[in-house]
């Protein structure tokens, strides 16, 4: 029996290769819109009695049954948290993410526009105690008022750790950048 290349075959052999892209030079960093994520605060959030609203607070995302995405390790996201009948409102406003992987890692920072709701599913958060609190380890879900698409940002610190393997061409982790060794040597 020999083989004979048809147009099938070689569609079927090479259709796989044609779906992949050749390179990937910029990831992006994408969830739909009305997507859901765990966050908790980073500090203690705290409302006296003659304050509303609260500027650049930081969320950090954690695991919360029911969310719909994750988000990368190493997130922060900043908003806006604003009391109103006894509930916290959590706005968003940007993240900046970092992704690892083994010796690689990607930046992404750019708009991410979401609301807070509790585990219930209700808008906003219930307070805790008074005056009213939102403390880490109270986690809760943002739910995305569109979608996010965020490219990823130049890394020099990659690069740098690259040119460093790629040292004399023998991937010498950390070279000293002049000719001679000895720093104290004229």
Sequence with gaps: MSFKPTPIWLTAIVAPFLAMPV??????LTLPNESTV????VETLRFESNQERLDDILLH???VEGASHS??????????AQLNNERIR???QNATCIETHETDSNIFSGDFIASAYAEDGQYAIACEGSPCTLAP???????????VEIEELDNPSAELNQRR????GAGIANPIPREQPNPDAQ
């Design 71 to 80: 988000l990368p390790e190493y997130c922060v996201i900043i908003g806006t």
């Design 61 to 63: 995302p954690t695991q």
């Design 38 to 41: 765990g966050v908790e605060v």
């Design 90 to 92: 959590i706005t968003t």
């Design 165 to 168: 393997r790629e040292a004399n």
């Design 137 to 147: 380890g109270q986690s809760f879900m943002l739910t995305l008022n569109e979608a």
């Design 23 to 28: 390179y990937a030079a910029d990831a992006i």
